[in-house]
């Protein structure tokens, strides 16, 4: 599994599975993870410049961005 370097993603508690191995991405990298492209493209073209009146409304701004972005999505 990858997963990036957050202190929330590593604990000296956690017990593996023998077939399981963790890998981190390095720091300050995240070009490598695609799920940043995700959220500057949903910062870019949904949040831009953008103050909202409640947490609802946000939520809601965020559901239009990602109803668009799946529509971009070849099936």
Do not use: C
Not at 3 to 21: I, P, T, V, Y
Not at 34 to 39: D, N, S
Not at 45 to 62: C, G, I, P
């Amino acid at each position: 599994m990858i997963m990036d370097g957050a202190g929330w993603h590593k604990s000296h508690h956690l017990q593996l599975a023998e077939n399981l191995r963790l890998l981190f991405l390095p720091p300050y990298s995240p070009e490598l993870n695609p799920q940043e492209h995700l959220w500057d493209e949903l910062r870019e073209k949904y949040f831009h410049n953008r103050a909202f009146d409640s947490l609802v409304a946000l939520e809601d701004q965020l559901v239009v961005g990602l109803r668009a972005l799946r529509e971009t999505i070849p099936a």
